[in-house]
Each structure stands twice: as structure tokens, then as C-alpha cells.
């Protein structure tokens, strides 16, 4: 299992190719070879970048759902709605497909933000609205999610 680590700032050229930093590209180089899957949010106006690898444990957890339930076919045609396989060039590129960038508002300036097993995948100054507008409310949330320490064995302080 990957646990990515770090936010980077760069640039997207005139096609949309985005040349991955070399602290992302090297904690991605283990799962690069089987390729990757980019995808609107659910809850933010970013995309998410998935490892191959996650995105199958995903799609196994939806083959799950009864299809004859029409929330959950609603749910799967929402959630893969617009997804990509994407491939790592050799110059360590991955292509944003034009119509996931309107998604999310990228143009030129985007945010690559590590969340545990996958990449948020933002315009710069959305990523930044976000951060300082949840700023105040962060401390609240911390100990909402994280604050009951009988799950945690008092390992988090």
C-alpha cells in the first residue's frame, strides 16, 4: 500500500501535461508502470489521481452494490463520470484531458496535494480559498474525527 506525502505547486503546459515534481514522482515511481486513474471529486471542484492499484480495490468495493438498487447505479455513474486511465511519459508527464480541467478550474498554475493513497489535483488559487476557509474550522473537525483516543491508543497527540 502507498502513503504519499507532500503539496507541490506546478505548472500545466498548452496541452495540459503536467511534469510530476521529483519528491511525487519518485514515492509514484513503484506504481507507475501500471498506470493511474484521474476522476472528478466527490466533494471538492478538484480532481483525484488515483495508482491503478487503489482505484481496482475501489472498483471492487462497487462491484459490490446491488445494480438493481437505483441509488446505487446513480452513485456508480456520478462517481465515474469523465474517469481516465492516464500514463506516465517518459519525461514524467501525466495529461489532464481538457474537460477534467474545466471541472476543476485549472488553467496554467495547479496544486498537486497528497491525500494518503491518492493525489487531489487542484487550481492553485482554489486549493488556497479552501485551505483558508477551512483554517478556522480545522481544529474543531481534528478533534471531531480524530479526538477519541480509545481507537488510537493514545499513538496521535
Known sequence: MIHLIGTYSCKADAKGR???????KNQLDPVAAEGFVL???VFQPCLELYPMTKWREIM???AKLNRFVRKNNDFIRRFTAGVRVLEMDSAGRLLVPKDLAEFAGITKEL???SSIDMIEVWD???YEQ???ASADDFAALAEEVMGNTKDWDDELS
Open 39 to 41: 476522476k472528478r471529486s
Open 60 to 62: 471492487e468495493r462497487m
Open 18 to 24: 503536467v511534469k510530476l515534481p521529483v519528491g511525487l
Open 111 to 113: 496544486v498537486l496535494s
Open 124 to 126: 492553485e488559487a482554489k
Open 130 to 132: 479552501v485551505i483558508d
